[in-house]
Structures are given as C-alpha cells and as structure tokens.
C-alpha cells in the first residue's frame, strides 16, 4: 500500500469504501473491479466515504503473478 498513490484518473479506478486511522497515516479501502485495494495515504489528506478515486503506482514497484500458478512474470 505504501507505493500506491490515490489520484483524479488512475491505472485503476474504485470507490472509497471505508478509512482506518493509524496515527500519522490512514488506510484507504477502494472497492475496484478487481477487488478491495488499500493504499496508505498522510493523515492530512482529505478524502471521502463513497466518493470515486483513482489508483497509480509507479511500474518499476509492481510486481506481477500469474494467477494460475503463483509464479512472477516480471
């Protein structure tokens, strides 16, 4: 969650479902269609139950698995 980042129009899109307080930072849940997601965020960023967001991450911080097998492809 910590090299997501939330944004207007991302690689991904959702909806803010729900925001967990854990001191200097908040956790994000975004309900997409490929599931829930979390992305850590800085507890002076404002967002808001139920609105649309968008998720980025820079590529070179992705990892990929097939998920048939489990194995990393790159």
Do not use: M, P
């Not at 854990?22 to 997409?32: A, C, D, E």
């Not at 404002?46 to 990892?63: F, P, V, Y």
């Amino acid at each position: 969650s910590e090299h997501l980042k939330l944004c207007d129009n991302g690689f991904l899109g959702g909806k803010i479902i729900a925001n967990e307080y854990l001191g200097s930072s908040n956790l994000v849940h975004i309900q997409t269609e490929f599931g829930r997601w979390k992305v850590r965020i800085r507890y002076s960023e404002s967002i808001r139950i139920g609105s649309l967001t968008g998720i980025n991450w820079n590529l070179k911080n992705a990892h990929f698995f097939d998920s048939r097998n489990g194995e990393r492809l790159i």
